[in-house]
């Protein structure tokens, strides 16, 4: 079975500065997908990075990196430059071995003008 | 607007009725996917669609749960007798058969009094 955790419920981050979310999975495929996820208030959930387990290299999409940690399965999701429209609940999601994407329970991110 | 379409929006009903929500994905998108989000908890798997076959079905899914996807495009989800447990926000999402993103609607809110 698959597992994600996202121990910060809740983060703040000032505008234009950088945020790091935290995210733990366990999994027991040896191929497997990493993804976060946005979903601002009353609106559809969008993917912000998505990663292939059997990359090294970390993904980078403009503003958004991650930290892909594979021995220690951790996934973590760095913000730069944060901006107000980058506020919203986050998940950290993972999917191996079947269709069915297993999310963590999110991280609520403020960004303070 | 080309993307997810969930309709209703919101619902809703008294325990022990029946209903029904539709998902009307992305024209070329031939992979559907039914999810479940509680408040405070992060979105959980119902159920997969390729095309008209229904090829997952998760544990969660109780026998009150039916979902169809007749012709290979719009689906339905169904529930009947409703409890106060089955309140939630039912998000449909879909993608191609390629390892693409997954593109989620706004969600279906289902109350139950």
Known sequence: AQTVTQSQPEMSVQEAETVTLSCTYDTSESDYYLFWYKQPPSRQMILVIRQEAY?????????????????????????????LGDAAMYFCASQGGSEKLVFGKGTKLTVNP | DTGVSQNPRHKITKRGQNVTFRCDPIS?????????????????????????????????LSDRFSAERPKGSFSTLEIQRTEQGDSAMYLCASRTDSAGELFFGEGSRLTVL
């Open chain 1, 55 to 83: 990359k090294q290299q970390n993904a980078t999409e403009n503003r958004f990196s991650v930290n892909f940690q594979k021995a220690a399965k951790s996934f973590s999701l760095k913000i730069s430059d944060s901006q």
């Open chain 2, 28 to 60: 070329e998108h031939n992979r559907l996917y039914w999810y479940r989000q509680t408040l405070g908890q992060g979105p959980e798997f119902l159920t997969y669609f390729q095309n008209e076959a229904q090829l997952e079905k998760s544990r969660l």
